[in-house]
């Protein structure tokens, strides 16, 4: 009974779950299901679990039983005894790849359950919870990772040593197409949309009609290019497998560059074969087609390269799909770029990595942070140095603001419970900071372990500070929150300013001031329309756009959406999204101030009314 069972059973409804040996191949297995339905009693199974050898093969089998035992406790709640009969067996099977000491065995679960549920659909749900064990068993100890990194080194090995033959005329004119396929993103009469990436990727995507669509990704990969052109080889690795795909497979190779594969997309209508093909360009980069898609893979360094690709995707013929489907599928297909970056990480040693790979780490773990140790190999080295690894990584994504405090702690010397703390402390130093840098910094001063950290391994603090960016962007207490309040403070404060113009203006004379905020409101939108002006001169398209957002007051909202998505200066640009944002806020709180120094010095105002409109100007600035 792991504790990694325990909690998972917890955490899908689950309750008691024990186990109690009463012999060397028997013992009794108690579990607790959650119940099917609001108004029905969890279900509670009471088996006899034996085990036992049978030549080579391992049998384990489940009957129910009565038999009580003083070790297992009554159940907290009201159950339902039901039953069931099931038998596990364990068939070792020879190892995948004869030269690798990668062992494999199968697993076979037949059930009989009889949960006393009148309805079926029930039924199904409390066997799903049986057979999730087996999904289980087999994440738990999948060596596929170390399958595909062995075919990988094999593969690149033969790239190396062995000859690609000569091209043929037919092959050279599916290169010389595929060519064509890179100048389709820079046609200026395409609607194109490029998706949210990070430093290492860009994503543009295109749809053309209704039935078809267009991709581009660029991306930087931690490896060499024959490392990825390999990864683009395996086309049955589990790393080239999409959530998408139903069927993956090596239909034959015709020559060392180039074979004939067959892949089935769920959601379109049949399954494709292509032909891959590769050659050596004569910038010294490689070029790989496979079937619509087009791939450019050229170094950029010792350790990285870059990667450019461009699909064509179709939903098959006699199918009319819209272009929101068209869309699914596309961004579906993006996934290819992840799938790389993660696989090429993934084999670096702890040895290899720099800068680049602290970055990508780092907004790795804010996905999750066992399964990115679990899959990173630089990881794993580093937990078993330091064992508290995990439990620090764990504390330190989370970002809940906490007090700091400081731990000095030498690095040797740490304790889990003392990482943990460190792991807590960082919110602090980032909420008092306000930037990812400025609040590693003061974190690293306050820790001598996290000193010493940075000191033997550099590239930690990169991957710290992607870890703090992440962080500032989607806590609470982060640069989302201030953003948009700010931006929501700036509107009403635009809502108050009008209802108190139209105060003034229905007033006899005082009409004066009514003016005044009018003439305030105009200056604003003036100042916030010549910086949209210079901005966007040179797209006519987005100079529109901006100024509908800033003639409808609707502009700081804009801004706050464009700064906490992470939207990119574009190349007409003159400044960042930030700093557009900031420009606007100072245009806004500016005229505030001269129309309200125009107020006081004017006379007998309405102070109240005038301070009922300026708290929120004053709060907005603040943010």
């Known amino acids: ?59 384990i089998t489940y009957t129910s039983t009565e038999t009580e035992n003083d070790k297992i406790p009554e159940p907290s709640h009201p159950t339902v005894r039901a039953t069931i009969s099931a038998v596990v067996k364990f068939e070792a099977l020879p190892s995948i790849i004869a030269s690798t000491s990668i062992p494999q065995t199968s697993v076979t679960l037949t059930v009989l359950v009889d949960p006393k549920l009148p309805i079926p659909r029930w039924r199904k749900s409390v066997l799903r919870s049986f057979l999730r064990a087996m999904v289980e068993m087999q994440e738990t100890f999948d060596r596929a990772g170390d399958i595909d990194s062995h075919n990988m080194l094999v593969t690149v090995a033969k790239l190396d040593i062995e000859p690609w033959g000569d091209e043929l005329e037919e092959e050279a004119a599916i290169f010389a197409k595929a060519n064509e396929r ?304 700010g931006a929501g403070l700036s509107i009403l404060d635009i809502i108050t300013d009008v209802q108190i113009m139209l105060f003034y203006l229905n007033r006899p004379g005082e009409e004066v001031y009514g003016h005044l905020l009018l003439g305030m409101l105009v200056a604003s939108m003036v100042i916030q329309l010549m910086i949209n002006f210079v901005q966007n001169l040179s797209s006519p398209k987005h100079l529109f756009l901006d100024t509908i957002f800033i003639l409808t007051a609707i502009k700081p909202g804009v801004d706050a959406v464009r700064v906490t998505m992470g939207s990119e200066q574009l190349e007409w640009q003159l400044l960042d999204p930030k700093a557009v944002h900031s420009a606007s806020k100072g245009a806004e709180v500016s005229t505030h101030t001269y129309t309200t120094t125009a107020q006081n010095l004017g006379g007998d105002v309405n102070h109240a009314e005038l301070l009922r409109a300026s708290e929120l100007r004053v709060l907005s600035s603040a943010f």
């Open 1 to 59: 009974m792991s504790r990694l069972r325990i909690r998972h059973h917890r955490v899908i409804g689950g309750f008691e779950r024990e186990l109690v040996q009463v012999n060397r191949q028997t013992a009794i297995f108690r579990v607790v299901c959650p119940r099917p339905a609001p108004l029905f009693s969890s279900r509670e199974f009471k088996m006899q679990q034996s085990w036992r050898w049978i030549g080579e093969d391992l049998v």
């Open 182 to 485: 890179f100048a389709f993103f820079d046609k200026k009469n395409l609607a194109i949309k490029k998706l949210r990436g990070y430093e290492t990727m860009q994503d543009e995507i295109a749809s053309v009609n209704s039935g078809e669509g267009w991709v581009k990704s660029t991306i930087t990969v931690r490896g060499s290019k024959t490392q990825v052109l390999a990864f683009m080889i395996n086309f049955t690795a589990r790393s080239r497998w999409l959530r998408c795909d139903v069927e993956r497979k090596v239909l034959r190779k015709e020559s060392n560059h180039r074979q004939v594969v067959r892949v089935a997309i769920e959601g379109v209508s049949g399954a494709s074969e292509n032909v891959a093909l590769w050659q050596r360009v004569k910038d010294r980069s490689f070029l790989y087609v496979e079937g619509e898609m087009t791939m450019k893979i050229k170094e950029v360094g010792e350790t990285s390269c870059r990667v450019t690709w461009v699909a064509h995707l179709t939903t098959g013929e006699g199918t009319r799909f819209l272009k929101f489907a068209v869309k699914e599928q596309l961004l579906e297909s993006l996934r290819l770029s992840s799938a790389m970056q993660l696989c090429m990480q993934s084999t670096r040693g702890l040895d290899d990595y720099d800068g680049g790979d602290g970055e990508a780490l780092g907004l790795r773990l804010m996905r999750g942070v066992a399964v990115t140790i679990r899959g990173q190999k630089g990881l794993q080295q580093l937990s078993l140095l330091f064992p508290w690894l995990q439990a620090f990584l764990e504390e330190t994504v989370k970002g809940q603001l906490t007090f700091g405090t400081a731990v000095k702690t030498r690095l040797i010397d740490l304790t889990e419970a003392e990482a943990r703390t460190i792991g807590c402390s960082l919110s602090a130093a980032l909420r008092a900071r306000k930037s990812a840098d400025a609040g590693v910094h003061q974190w690293m001063l306050a820790n001598r372990s996290v000193e010493e950290l940075f000191e033997k391994y550099p590239w930690t603090k990169g991957m710290f500070t992607a870890i703090s960016q992440e962080i500032l962007k989607k806590a609470p207490w982060g640069l989302v929150w201030r953003v948009f309040t």
